[in-house]
């Protein structure tokens, strides 16, 4: 069981990190959708069936396309989407940025009271989360609703500025 | 339950099982769970497989009798061998890779996009005894995996260096993007009328007949005819076939983002979009039309996965005519059509499917008030949102032709 967690672990990790030191910009993306696959797979590997497809639609299927979508509307050539190499200051402030996150993590995890003994994975069935997202956590559900629609919104005010409809235009 | 356990017996049903057992009863308990899986893909790749060949065949015969030609007829009889006459062309043609093409993502496209596609296959009932995976959200597994061939399309059109390829891809993103929204708002109301995310949970839920004759498809109620509809126009546009197959126009785009592929890379991107099109339509029935249930007590005799395989080639049918009658969209009415019209009609029948699980108590007289609701609530708003959508687009005036 620990060999298939490595797997996935270093997979995940491993894409991740080339995805960081690839220069052009479409080859990171498409590594970037493989190590959120390999989140989807460990996801899968806890007896979490749900989450885990849920993670390919909403990572692979959708925020892959938007980042895609984003890098080739904003590039005006095709050359242009390999990355300059980055100075060395830009490399420090990169490299603090990350020790940062990290010892936060680090810090967060350390301190985390885990289990000495393995506990037996719960079984959780679709219906226990959908009951348990719809009665306790519906507050949390809603105001993930209500900022998701505000996100949505504003993308929809913000791509509709344009020069005004001429009636002699075609529909 | 009675009656699962008379036909559950009958030797016709449990024939695929038996035969699988002969070959792999002799093997010990991990070893037989692998050759048993190892059976399972072969089996739907063969069955699916030939299906592709000869779906390919049966679309040219059948375009081919509507535009008044006869179609394949040289290769066999009547054609029949014209299938693997294609296979052995796109086998032995050469692999042309553009000399600027990104080699390892060129390469990996077809790949990807056939394995996803062939993914989906392994959620669906084909029969009583024969759901090749069990899972608890196979629903979700479905659509996640169909989702993710989105990405092969991009990067066939992306690596190929090709304008049109690129210019295609994204046409052809803008579109699954699109219609991928009421496709999942159409299956919403199934998952809560079923009470499950698992195909076996839905086809269970439709088990059972009203008095003695109208099965309990979801079909027959009316948020399910509704849902039905949303779900075929959506899979229409989602396997890219006509009306809805612009991203590979030949008029505008050459051959879309497939311009740059030839020989048996080709070959791979057509087989996965019949794959595509055979896992929306045993979807459908899955979801809409019983499943593997027969339509009347009487015909429970035959085996369950013969009434799959009928009411799969109806739907299969139903495309290819489709293909041969409509005519194509352009982008604007395309994307119109989806978020003007489905998408509004979709998020509607999700009420309407709400105040039919609601009312289910409801007897006497107060039943048709029930069925009276819910097709009002279903036909209305079809009808003003269709006359919206197509006000003040009157017939096209040509003035220089």
Not at chain 2, 55 to 61: D, N, P, W
Not at chain 2, 90 to 95: P, R, S
Request: charged share 10%; glycine share 6%.
């Amino acid at each position: 069981m620990n060999a298939v967690l490595a797997t996935i672990a270093l997979a995940t990790i491993g894409t991740a990190v080339v995805a960081m030191s690839r220069r052009n910009l479409l080859h990171s993306v498409l590594l970037l959708t493989v190590c959120w696959a390999g989140v989807a797979a460990f996801y899968l590997w806890a007896g979490a069936e749900f989450v885990a497809f849920a993670q390919i639609l909403v990572y692979v299927g959708a925020i892959s396309m938007a980042v895609l979508f984003a890098v080739l509307l904003t590039r005006h050539s095709r050359d242009d989407v390999a990355a300059p190499p980055a100075s060395r200051s830009r490399a420090l402030y990169a490299i603090l940025a990350g020790a940062a996150v990290a010892g936060v993590l680090i810090a967060a995890v350390a301190r985390a009271p885990l289990a000495a003994a393995p506990a037996p994975a719960p079984t959780v069935t679709v219906r226990q989360l959908g009951d348990q997202l719809m009665g306790a956590h519906a507050a949390s559900l809603l105001a993930v609703a209500v900022l998701l629609t505000v996100a949505l919104i504003g993308a929809v005010v913000l791509a509709a500025i344009g020069p005004p409809e001429k009636p002699g235009d075609p529909p | 339950m009675s009656l699962l356990a008379t036909t559950d017996s009958s030797l016709l049903e449990r024939a695929p099982l038996l035969l699988r057992d002969g070959l792999t009863g002799f093997l010990p308990g991990p070893a037989r769970w692998a050759a048993n899986g190892l059976i399972k893909i072969v089996a739907l790749l063969a069955v699916f497989g030939l299906l592709f060949a000869f779906l390919t065949l049966v679309e040219r015969k059948v375009l081919g009798r509507v535009q008044n030609r006869p179609g394949p007829n040289r290769t066999g009889w009547f054609g029949l061998l014209q299938p693997f006459a294609d296979g052995i062309k796109m086998l032995t043609k050469e692999d042309i890779v553009p000399h600027a093409a990104d080699p390892v993502l060129h390469f990996l496209a077809p790949v990807a996009v056939i394995a996803f596609s062939f993914l989906t296959f392994a959620v669906i009932p084909y029969g009583r005894l024969l759901l090749p995976v069990d899972m608890d959200a196979s629903i979700l597994f479905f659509f996640a995996a169909s989702s993710a061939t989105e990405l092969s399309i991009f990067m066939a059109g992306w690596s190929s260096h090709n304008k049109y390829a690129l210019f295609a891809a994204m046409r052809a993103l803008a579109q699954l993007i699109s219609y991928e929204l009421p496709l999942l708002l159409s299956v919403v109301p199934v998952v809560l009328a079923a009470g499950a995310l698992s195909t076996a949970g839905v086809v269970a839920a439709q088990s059972g007949w009203k008095w003695g004759f109208l099965p309990h498809w979801h079909v027959f109620t009316p948020w399910g005819a509704a849902a039905f509809a949303i779900f075929m126009v959506s899979s229409l546009a989602e396997s890219n076939r006509s009306p809805f197959d612009l991203p590979e126009a030949e008029s505008e785009l050459i051959a879309g983002h497939l311009t740059e592929y030839s020989g048996f890379k080709y070959a791979l991107f057509f087989m996965a979009e019949y794959f595509g099109m055979c896992a929306l339509s045993g979807m459908a029935v899955t979801l809409f039309l019983g499943g593997w249930h027969a339509p009347l007590p009487q015909l429970e005799f035959v085996p369950s996965y013969v009434w799959f395989s009928v009411k799969l080639l109806a739907l299969l049918s139903g495309f290819i005519w489709v293909r041969a009658t409509m005519p194509r969209l352009r982008i604007d009415q395309l994307t119109r059509l989806a978020w003007k019209f489905l998408v509004p009609l979709a998020i509607i029948n999700l009420g309407t499917a709400a105040f039919w699980s609601l009312s289910l108590p409801w007897a006497g007289p107060l039943q048709l008030l029930r069925w009276a609701v819910s097709l009002a609530l279903v036909i209305v708003p079809f009808l003003l949102l269709g006359r919206r959508l197509s006000a003040g687009l009157g017939a096209r005036v040509y003035r220089y032709a």
